[in-house]
């Protein structure tokens, strides 16, 4: 039996030996190994196993040949040497690596999607930016307690905007909006932007003045333009930093009003309208111009006595 086992042995590797020499080729589980390989492996249920070692192991190979493939069970990758050095870009050379790529062409080289299908990034598994198919771009994810979007000055040396947003217009064109905000809940504030006295208040989300816009309960002015200074609103509702309203439904400013108050309030409905203290004109010779039913204009002023004088002016 062993002869046997021992004849069988021999011949098959004389086999194998024969095959090498008359065809160039070594065939694994077939007999017909591809004209295109040297060596044809053929399995349904096993995979081939390249050579595993450590990042030194693999360091410290003499002279490696160009092509020379390991896998390094340190690092869980395929590396393969290029002729010059060890590289993870083994079965692909445009891989973006993840500590800067070199010889990229804009026109061709991007990380994108070729089909009809949005992009997503993700930072500790959650989703932070989402750009749509169509070019939409979204800055999403969970509940953070810091500013979604950070733009530093461009140059603290000049005048240069952080932020340009370019409108091209034509006659018939649309109305151009550059930038708008908008509350999906039903609160009061419909939309703020605010100024902050530091970065560091800034990141917090405390304000020390600001423009929103109010959907006021007031039915004289309705969803109202609000500019507050002084600090931050305490919430909400708050109306203690307001300093100037233009009314949303008649256009009137208010002076020393409230945005918000109860519908059975009555606002004053002149144009400008202020509440809280006086108007001062400090220029000598100024005063208030009005128009007369005929069309003529007079500008009504003060004398040297504070006695009132109405002087005739061309209307401005």
């Known amino acids: 039996?062993?002869?046997?086992?021992?004849?069988?042995?021999?011949?098959?590797?004389?086999?194998?030996?024969?095959?090498?020499?008359?065809?160039?080729?070594?065939?694994?589980?077939?007999?017909?190994?591809?004209?295109?390989?040297?060596?044809?492996?053929?399995?349904?249920?096993?995979?081939?196993?390249?050579?595993?070692?450590?990042?030194?192991?693999?360091?410290s190979i003499l002279n490696p040949a160009t092509g020379l493939l390991v896998y390094d069970n340190q690092l869980n990758k395929f590396l393969g040497y290029d002729g010059t050095q060890w590289t993870l870009d083994v079965f692909s050379g445009s891989k973006w690596g993840i500590t800067g790529n070199a010889g990229t062409n804009p026109t061709t080289d991007f990380i994108g999607t070729t089909d009809n299908v949005g992009l997503s990034f993700r930072a500790n598994n959650v989703e932070a930016m989402t750009i749509s198919s169509d070019g939409r771009a979204s800055l999403a994810g969970g509940n953070i307690n810091n500013p979604r979007l950070l733009v530093g000055r461009s140059n603290p040396a000049t005048s240069v905007p952080s932020i340009m947003s370019v409108v091209e217009n034509d006659t018939g064109d649309s109305y151009p909006v550059n930038m708008i905000t908008a509350n999906v809940a039903g609160g009061r504030v419909r939309g703020n932007y605010a100024f902050a006295s530091s970065t560091t208040t800034a990141a917090s989300g405390t304000s020390s003045a600001g423009i929103i816009l109010s959907n006021s309960n007031s039915p004289i002015i309705g969803p109202s333009l609000v500019f507050y200074t002084g600090g931050h609103p305490t919430n909400m509702n708050s109306t203690a930093q307001e300093a100037m309203i233009i009314g949303g439904t008649?256009?009137?400013?208010?002076?020393?009003?409230?945005?918000?108050?109860?519908?059975?309030?009555?606002?004053?409905?002149?144009?400008?309208?202020?509440?809280?203290?006086?108007?001062?004109?400090?220029?000598?010779?100024?005063?208030?111009?009005?128009t007369s039913p005929n069309g003529s204009c007079f500008k009504v002023g003060i004398d040297n006595t504070g006695v009132l004088q109405t002087t005739s002016i061309t209307c401005p």
């Open 1 to 59: 039996m062993k002869k046997r086992y021992f004849t069988g042995k021999v011949q098959f590797l004389m086999y194998i030996f024969c095959f090498i020499i008359t065809k160039g080729q070594v065939g694994i589980n077939t007999t017909t190994p591809d004209p295109s390989s040297i060596l044809d492996i053929n399995s349904t249920s096993k995979g081939v196993l390249i050579p595993r070692m450590t990042t030194s192991e693999r360091n």
């Open 250 to 290: 008649n256009r009137n400013v208010y002076i020393g009003y409230s945005s918000f108050n109860t519908a059975t309030l009555t606002l004053p409905n002149a144009k400008l309208n202020v509440t809280g203290g006086d108007i001062y004109l400090n220029s000598i010779g100024s005063g208030v111009i009005m």
